[in-house]
Nanobody, 125 residues
Framework: VQLQASGGGLVQAGGSLRLSCAAS????????MGWFRQAPGKEREFVAAISWGGGRTYYADSVKGRFTISRDDAKNTVYLRMNSLKPEDTAVYYC???????????????????WGQGTQVTVSS
């Protein structure tokens, strides 16, 4: 699976962005998908995950209530809608995919087999 993230940009605090992650491959619907982010000088951290089939989602506490992850299997695409953005959301955002269906590992980087190239999100105060 190859992943291509897009949709990042510069936005003022309180604004919104929608990230997209387009996947190649015919079996996209079999993968759990996740979004991670890495701010300058910090380790990469989990943001959100969605199960294969889209029935379950999970969020980091820092984004819960503000971000929404969704998927469109017909388009082989996963989305991250980000509302009420804060300067601390500034980071490079990565999408990731895993064929390992154990939902218990949804927030672990090690569980993901495939990674996109990242898209920069900058939130100004």
């Amino acid at each position: 699976v190859q992943l291509q993230a897009s949709g990042g940009g510069l936005v003022q605090a309180g604004g919104s962005l929608r990230l997209s992650c387009a996947a190649s491959g015919r079996t996209f619907n079999n993968y759990n998908m996740g979004w991670f982010r890495q701010a300058p000088g910090k380790e990469r951290e989990f943001v959100a995950a969605i199960s294969w089939g889209g029935g379950r989602t999970y969020y980091a506490d820092s984004v819960k209530g503000r971000f929404t992850i969704s998927r469109d299997d017909a388009k082989n695409t996963v989305y991250l809608r980000m509302n009420s953005l804060k300067p601390e959301d500034t980071a490079v955002y990565y999408c990731a995919a895993t064929s390992f269906r154990n939902w218990d590992t949804k927030s672990s980087e090690a569980a993901y087999d495939y990674w996109g190239q990242g898209t920069q999100v900058t939130v100004s105060s």
